[in-house]
């Protein structure tokens, strides 16, 4: 019983924080067909500037999420003013995104290395203390994760759902050349979905940072899960991807509990990878729409 | 003679190397309905693609209500009052009839116009006004057409280019689809209309270009038809 | 690809036996040796993406698993390095067939993302590989090595039977055989009825099939021959060093050598080769920045996809004017649309 809590409560918080982080990827993916290399990066500078704004400039730790997305969401908006935007509609230009955003990221990872240093550090904004279920011992911070990614969640579905612009993001990724049509500036709408996705990934990298550590190649793993998460799901499907994102917490949390740490990542490799050749839309791809 | 509504004058225009369109010259009167015919692949989308800026004109100008269209980009033009009913329909798929209206008002400013607008939309289409929670992308071939057709009359527009309505239509859906196009004829919009069939086309507008190898090959009023029947026979094989 | 491109094997061959008669330098040689076998790589994970037209990320996950079978099986079993140099390409090639299966079976960004994880994992299990295999002097040694690699095996034992001014020339001379042999076979898949007709496969795949052409058997020889010879590279690179670590799985090292694909260029199948050439040089001249040695790769290889999308090769074809006209044609294309 005393397991089965512990498997919970490590694998909801960690399905919370693929959650977020896979949204990012998601988005970019579904809205603007960018597949976002970068995104291990743009966690990496939220998570510092989080722990910058708290430990340098002095302000509450907490403040910390807001500069994390604010700082996050202006490179990711840079990203595409400075480099991507002359990429579309080139010959070859998903390999050519690809590649860019690699090179972004190995860049951005460099300079901070450069300017931080590669020790990692505490990341400020987090909680201390806990609760105990029965006799299990939940952090509060692991209760604070959950909840910061349900209403993070809920933001979202509200502005894509409910709001002229999420109208206009999803008019952009379902038909661009309509979209332009009806008057709608894809340009802006592009910059959008670029700063949301940014803010989503910096925010990201604060939860990542905060049950660990904050180090400049700390946000190669959770890209590399937002990747599994994505191709799972289907690229662009934001709600099936929210789906496995809980599950594969879960799965990662009982994997890590009954065999070992090392080899969560492998076996659900394996396990996507037979998913994929049975369905190479993913879960919840629709056949046929699967992009190229 | 009163100013024309749309003006294009010697516009060039084509993808990549090649040049689709030589030289065409039409224009639309304010309140006329003016079709364009031709057959298939000779330059009509090409023309109506040119006119909302999805391609730029490589010489030539196009003039829409006493301005130069060049620098303006295909939304900019949406927002002077071209309304375009794409070849195709182009809805967004996985958006409900609503919601497709709703990006089709985008461009007007306050929640409550666009209420208005929409309203007027669902009058003109009642079978529309019923299912609104609906995924364009179950929708039948007709009520495809309509929805597409009110989109572009969800905002304020002076001209509204209809491109090959009856394209993949049953003869009776065609039907349907011209006496909604007559009816909004009858509230004082103006229709820029590509059709394959002269026939159609003759009984529903008053002023013809036929557009064939990318030039305009003939002109006339609907009455002219049946004089240049033999013309309009070699380009149509009609 | 015409004719003129088996012109580009003399002209190799010439420079690599040029080298060591001008430049003799043992450090020279050594950073050559190196340079041949990240061109051996690059010119054959670009054959993956424009023959079988699928932008795999396994590349190097190949190479390791070339380095690591010569290093466990010289190191574990004692076998020669020169019978695990072959052996380590027929391993190679195994696995590169059933990852190219796979991935055929994919579309583009899905085979990016699962190549990427799947090789990620492997460095992963490599490097938390603690469990003995055997251990040697009191020391525990894993079956991979674990995070500090293998380093207790032999090398390819040139300065057995060279005497010394000229005993680094031999891994040298090996690493230029390797990347020769893996050019005249790349340039025998690019002028196959396969390779020529793949153009035409990419832009319509049912013309292809009524031609006869199956697409999914050539995708995956070209994933066999691809993987065979960068397993080769491994192997070469992990004799060469006598340490094989998991390394070479890392990020920074993929950029490295995809940056050389980038800057050469793909379109020409000597392209990458150039790539290594001038990415090796910059390392070289660069290396007093050491630290922002990323910053300054990943920089350059910005300013190429922005300006020369196709590398430098495709800067240089652009003198020959009909290719000119070619990509004008598109260029014009592109703003058309």
Redesign the interface.
């Known amino acids: 019983m005393e397991s089965i809590i512990q498997i919970f409560v490590s694998g909801l918080t960690l399905g919370a924080m693929y959650a977020v982080g896979t949204v990012s990827l998601s988005l970019l ?1 579904g809205a603007v067909n960018v ?1 976002n290399m970068a995104h291990g990066a743009l966690l990496v500078i939220g998570g510092y500037a989080s722990w910058y704004t708290a430990t340098r400039l002095g302000i509450p730790p907490f403040l910390g999420y807001f500069s994390a997305a604010l700082v996050s969401a202006t490179m990711a908006v840079l990203m595409y003013l400075l ?1 991507l935007r ?2 579309k ?4 230009a ?3 995104i ?3 955003t ?6 951005l ?3 901070v ?2 300017v931080f240093g590669g020790y990692a550090v505490a990341q400020p904004a987090k909680l201390s203390g806990g609760v105990y279920i029965s006799s299990v011992f939940v952090p509060a911070q692991n209760i604070l994760i959950m909840v910061l990614a349900l209403v993070l969640m809920a933001l979202l579905a509200l502005i894509l759902q409910r709001t ?1 612009l999420g ?2 993001i ?2 952009v990724a ?2 661009s ?10 340009q802006h709408t592009y910059i959008a979905v670029y700063a949301i996705a940014g803010a989503f990934a910096g925010f990201s990298g604060v939860l990542w940072s905060s049950i660990s550590t904050l180090s400049p190649t700390m946000g ?1 793993d959770p890209m ?1 899960k937002a ?2 998460i ?2 799972a799901a289907g ?1 662009g499907q934001i709600g099936g991807a929210l789906a496995v994102a809980i599950l594969l917490g879960l799965a990662e949390a009982a994997i890590q509990y009954y065999v070992g ?2 080899f969560a ?2 076996f659900l ?1 394996l396990a ?2 037979a998913l ?2 049975v369905r ?1 839309q ?1 879960l919840f791809g629709i056949h046929g729409k ?3 | 003679m009163t100013q024309p509504l749309l003006e294009i004058k010697d516009i060039c225009a084509g993808y990549g190397e090649r040049d689709v369109l030589h030289d065409v010259s039409i224009s639309v009167m304010g309140g006329e309905f003016t079709a364009v015919i031709g057959p298939n692949g000779h330059g009509k989308t090409t023309l109506m693609r040119a006119i909302c800026g999805l391609i730029p004109a490589r010489s030539g100008r196009v003039i829409f209500d006493g301005r130069d269209m060049a620098a303006m980009d295909p939304a900019a033009r949406r927002v002077a009052g071209i309304a375009m009913v794409p070849q195709g329909d182009l809805l967004f798929p996985d958006m409900t009839i609503r919601e497709n209206l709703l990006i089709g008002s985008n461009i007007e400013k306050s929640a409550a116009r666009r209420a208005d607008k929409i309203a007027k939309v669902f009058e003109i289409f009642p079978a529309l006004a019923s299912r609104q929670k609906q995924v364009a992308y179950t929708l039948s071939g007709g009520e495809r057409r309509m929805l597409s057709i009110g989109r572009a009359l969800a905002a304020d527009s002076k001209l509204l280019i209809v491109d090959e309505p009856s394209l993949g239509l049953s003869p009776r859906l065609v039907d349907d689809v011209y006496a909604a196009l007559t009816s909004l004829g009858e509230i004082g919009v103006t229709i820029l209309l590509v059709e394959e069939n002269v026939t159609r086309a003759q009984d529903f507008t008053e002023q013809l270009y036929l557009v064939d190898q990318g030039k305009v090959a003939w002109s006339g009023t609907a009455q002219d038809v049946d004089s240049a029947a033999g013309i309009l026979s070699t380009y149509l094989g009609a | 690809m015409k004719k003129e491109s088996y012109i580009v094997l003399p002209i190799l061959a010439v420079l690599c036996i040029a080298l060591p008669l001008f430049y003799g330098d043992r450090y020279v040689i050594g950073q050559a040796t190196v340079a041949l076998i990240w061109a051996t790589v690059a010119l054959n994970w670009n054959l993956v993406f424009s023959m079988a037209g699928v932008f795999s990320l396994a590349q190097l996950a190949f190479f390791a698993v070339g380095g690591y079978t010569l290093a466990v099986l010289n190191g574990h079993f004692g076998i020669s390095t020169w019978i695990a140099l072959p052996v380590a390409g027929l391993v190679t090639m195994m696995v590169g067939m059933l990852s190219g299966a796979a991935c055929l079976r994919l579309r583009g960004a899905y085979v990016a993302l699962l190549t990427l994880a799947l090789s990620q994992a492997l460095y992963l299990l490599i490097v938390t590989d603690t469990a003995c295999f055997r251990t040697e002097g009191g020391n525990c040694i894993p079956f991979t090595g674990g995070s500090r690699g293998l380093s207790r095996y032999e090398d390819f034992g040139f300065r057995e039977f060279l005497p010394y001014p000229v005993s680094h020339i031999g891994d040298y001379g090996l690493a230029a055989a390797l990347l020769i042999v893996s050019l005249f076979v790349a340039i025998l898949v690019s002028r196959s009825p396969f390779g020529l007709g793949f153009r035409s496969i990419r832009d319509n795949e049912q013309y292809a099939r009524a031609r006869g052409l199956n697409r999914f058997r050539f995708q995956l020889s070209v994933f066999a021959i691809s993987a065979a010879f960068t397993g080769m590279a491994g192997a070469l690179y992990a004799g060469h060093f006598r340490v094989m670590g998991p390394n070479v799985l890392r990020l920074d090292v993929m950029l490295f050598v995809f940056a050389m694909i980038v800057v050469g260029g793909g379109l020409k199948i000597w392209g990458p080769l150039l790539g290594a050439a001038i990415i090796t040089v910059l390392r070289e001249v660069s290396v007093s920045f050491d630290s922002w040695q990323p910053t300054i790769l990943g920089g350059i290889m910005l300013v190429v996809i922005l300006l020369a999308p196709q590398g430098v090769s495709g800067l240089l074809a652009l003198v020959d004017p009909r290719q000119r006209a070619g990509s004008r044609l598109e260029r014009r294309k592109r703003e058309g649309i």
């Open positions: 993916w597949l480099i002359w990429l509609g080139r010959r070859g998903d390999v050519l690809i590649v860019a690699f090179a972004i990221a190995m860049i990872e460099n300079v290395l450069n002229a109208r206009s999803r008019a379902q038909n050349q309509a979209a332009v049509l009806m008057g709608i500036k894809v190669f590399l990747f599994v994505c191709v690229l740490v090392r990542l492998p490799l996507v990878v994929l050749i190479p993913g699967a992009r190229q």
